[in-house]
T-cell receptor, first 111, second 114 residues
Framework: QKEVEQNSGPLSVPEGAIASLNCTYSDRGSQSFFWYRQYSGKSPELIMFIYSNGDKEDGRFTAQLNKASQYVSLLIRDSQPSDSATYLCAVRLYNFNKFYFGSGTKLNVKP | EPEVTQTPSHQVTQMGQEVILRCVPISNHLYFYWYRQILGQKVEFLVSFYNNEISEKSEIFDDQFSVERPDGSNFTLKIRSTKLEDSAMYFC????????????FGNGTRLTVT
């Protein structure tokens, strides 16, 4: 069974700190990895995606992928209260169209 | 920036009635999806659509569900005989044909079945 696992949280960090969000996946055929942010009652909003091992940076966000450990993470530097949301990890397998979503990690950034 | 648009934003219907949820994907996207999210739960895959046919569907997507691309812009999800447990947020998404392209979601339709 193809699964994407995330700690549900909540993860609480003070404003200005680094928030670290983690995701593991079960299928080694996973090809591309995505982080979405979802505010309550809203749709998922793409933050960034990664498909090669290593780090990928975009502004305050860094995605890290380790395919050997089947692990993908998202770091948020200089966390702001506006970053408070649920962060969804999604995975797409090679040769499939479907994206599998984790249950999300709720992040609280305290002023 | 181009976006996926969904209508209506909220639909209330009685159990047993048919509903049609509508979506206009981003114009140069070729892959289309429906996902749903029951309140407090994860985003669940329903169906993907490419080249005018279903490419994958989940076990949730049974005979009461159907999808259609009636013209060059709209993509619809029909639920034939709604049940109470169909109450959820339904998201349409689309993506470019490239290998690593992400999903872009619409704002969703909140379906309430009474």
């Amino acid at each position: 069974q193809k699964e994407v696992e995330q700690n549900s949280g909540p993860l609480s960090v003070p404003e200005g700190a680094i928030a670290s969000l983690n995701c593991t996946y079960s299928d080694r055929g996973s090809q591309s990895f995505f982080w979405y942010r979802q505010y309550s009652g809203k749709s998922p909003e793409l933050i960034m995606f990664i498909y090669s091992n290593g780090d990928k940076e975009d502004g305050r966000f860094t995605a890290q992928l380790n395919k050997a450990s089947q692990y993908v993470s998202l770091l948020i530097r200089d966390s702001q209260p506006s970053d408070s949301a649920t962060y969804l990890c999604a995975v797409r397998l090679y040769n499939f169209n479907k994206f599998y979503f984790g249950s999300g990690t709720k992040l609280n950034v305290k002023p | 920036e181009p976006e996926v648009t969904q209508t209506p934003s909220h639909q209330v219907t009685q159990m047993g009635q048919e509903v049609i949820l509508r979506c206009v994907p981003i114009s140069n996207h070729l892959y289309f999806y429906w996902y749903r999210q029951i309140l407090g739960q994860k985003v669940e895959f329903l169906v993907s659509f490419y080249n005018n046919e279903i490419s994958e569907k989940s076990e949730i997507f049974d005979d009461q569900f159907s999808v259609e691309r009636p013209d060059g812009s709209n993509f619809t999800l029909k639920i034939r005989s709604t049940k109470l447990e169909d109450s959820a947020m339904y998201f349409c998404a689309s993506r470019e044909p490239s290998q690593y392209s992400p999903l872009h979601f619409g704002n969703g339709t909140r379906l309430t079945v009474t």
